[in-house]
């Protein structure tokens, strides 16, 4: 993939990070450590530190989630920000998987992403080059085919009687 200027990050967006984490970095000098508190759930994060087999027959001191917790929030919020710019250039208030994808698209760091988040395709490319016709029969058997032909029929018979009964007619 070359590296165009559609696919590089734009000054704006370097000086908001800039911000965002100097901003990160005054929240965390300035608020006392809430241990009891944390955004994401510690159990969670200790199942994937688990996952990784050298980990796995180890033990995790309480800090580590902890410390993981913290870095797992911070990466989501630079991802958010960055996909909201994205958002933004579009004239939207809704965030978008394209947005994400955009994001993780035009920084290096996010790399190791790529392969997970596939990239937004344009409208063109998700057109079908051939219109598709399902198989013959699609969904529907003979016999369930029959079974609701026969429905109606019954359902017509019982409101003709109905009609009948009260003494409407179609003549009149």
């Avoid at 070359?2 to 967006?13: A, G, K």
């Avoid at 309480?62 to 960055?82: G, N, V, Y």
């Amino acid at each position: 993939m070359s590296l165009n200027e559609e696919e590089t990050e734009t000054p704006n967006v370097q000086e908001l990070m800039q911000a965002f984490w100097h901003s990160q970095y005054e929240k965390v000098q300035s608020e006392p450590i809430d241990f009891k508190f944390h955004q994401l759930p510690l159990a969670r994060i200790k199942k994937v530190m688990k996952s990784d087999e050298d980990v796995k027959s180890m033990m995790i001191s309480a800090e580590s989630p902890i410390l993981f917790s913290k870095a797992c929030e911070m990466f989501i919020l630079e991802l958010t920000l960055r996909s909201w710019v994205h958002t933004e250039e579009n004239k939207r208030r809704t965030l978008q998987k394209s947005d994400v994808s955009t994001a993780i698209s035009k920084s290096d760091q996010y790399d190791f992403l790529i392969d997970i988040v596939p990239r937004e395709e344009t409208k063109k490319d998700q057109a079908a080059p051939f219109p598709f016709f399902p198989p013959a029969g699609f969904g529907v058997t003979p016999e369930a085919l029959l079974a609701y032909q026969q429905m109606q029929f019954e359902n017509q018979r019982f409101f003709s009687q109905d009609r009948e009964g009260n003494g409407e007619s179609s003549g009149q």
